[in-house]
């Protein structure tokens, strides 16, 4: 079964790497994750009322995944699980604020193994640091409940991805947004009385401003994923580096995070790498999370075993 799934996404995202990929064959990795983003509040996805410019061109330029899963709609155990391509119970962080199993490993012995340096910035959220052995980064706040998020700043990011050329990097860039409390971005621009309230959101007052605030952070999220593809551009590494979105769990709106409603385990993924993604393209392929890592240790020229990976 885990060969038939990452055949599938492989075939799918077109990256079939194989263990003679040369050095310069490796694609750089960018994984930018937003934090409770409800998948199908993006208009990519089928959203109404918020407004996305830079994931919108990013899903016109990529590969947009209609079907993408998480095990858990949880912050620490669906991250856990797409950074060890392995089911929350079995990795051991199957509930949040808890550690995966010393026995697990994630992308950065995986990647790090087949000659990448492996970072993050922002909301690390994972356990324990053996297992998770990532390069911290600068510039993105990692306190998702903070009131007001600090500025971020792209220095960190720009120093990581410039360091050595001739070595393939990857990068976790997990921004706090559109986690509560929802104070970013500007809610005037998202009149309360004026929104399409999702169905499974009763519609009051109260939920109506309470939407107001989460689509303005959506924007201000899909701003700093502006921010983050322009600077891959900037240092020349658009056309080499495989990108992929995904939007986390659901909002901590009712169906959404802590359930198995669709809107809490269902979520965003988009990939782009020019050249090997078809462009401005959907599939209704069923992935999930699980699948990205030895889906990524494929494409870097490594052989994922099923004895590691569940996905």
Not at 47 to 70: C, K, M, Q, V, W
Not at 186 to 203: G, H, R, T, V
Not at 224 to 253: K, M, P, Y
Request: hydrophobic content about 40%; glycine content about 10%.
């Amino acid at each position: 079964i885990m060969k038939l799934k990452l055949s599938i996404l492989c075939l799918v995202v077109g990256l079939i790497g194989g263990g003679s990929t040369s050095a310069a064959d490796k694609p750089n990795v960018l994984i930018i994750m937003a934090d409770d983003c409800t998948f199908s509040a993006l208009p990519a996805y089928g959203g109404h009322d918020a407004r996305t410019p830079n994931i919108d061109r990013l899903a016109s330029e990529g590969l947009l995944f209609e079907n993408a899963y998480l095990c858990s709609a949880m912050c620490q155990p669906c991250r856990a699980e797409l950074f060890s391509g392995q089911y929350p119970m079995r990795n051991g962080c199957a509930w949040n604020h808890s550690a995966s199993r010393l026995t697990s490993r994630s992308l950065p012995q995986h990647l790090g193994q087949l000659g990448y340096r492996v970072g993050i910035a922002g909301k690390v959220h994972v356990l324990p640091k053996k297992v998770f052995p990532f390069e911290n980064v600068d510039g993105f706040d990692g306190n998702c409940v903070r009131n007001p998020t600090q500025p971020h700043s792209l220095e960190g990011m720009r120093k990581f991805i410039s360091r050595d050329v001739k070595q393939p990097f990857c990068l976790v860039v997990a921004l706090v947004e559109p986690h509560l409390p929802w104070v970013m971005g500007d809610a005037s621009k998202y009149p309360p009385a004026e929104l399409q309230l999702p169905p499974y959101i009763a519609d009051t007052q109260r939920t109506r401003e309470d939407y107001s605030r989460y689509l303005a952070e959506v924007t201000y999220m899909d701003g700093q994923v502006g921010e983050l593809l322009q600077e891959l551009e900037l240092a020349g590494r658009s056309e080499d580096t495989l990108v992929l979105f995904t939007s986390e769990q659901g909002a901590q709106f009712p169906g959404g995070k802590w359930t198995n409603w669709d809107v809490g385990i269902h979520t965003a993924l988009i990939a782009r790498w020019p050249g090997h993604v078809p462009a401005g393209q959907r599939t209704q392929a069923v992935v999930q999370y699980a699948d990205v890592a030895p889906t990524l240790v494929d494409a870097a020229g490594g052989t994922p075993s099923d004895q590691e990976f569940d996905g």
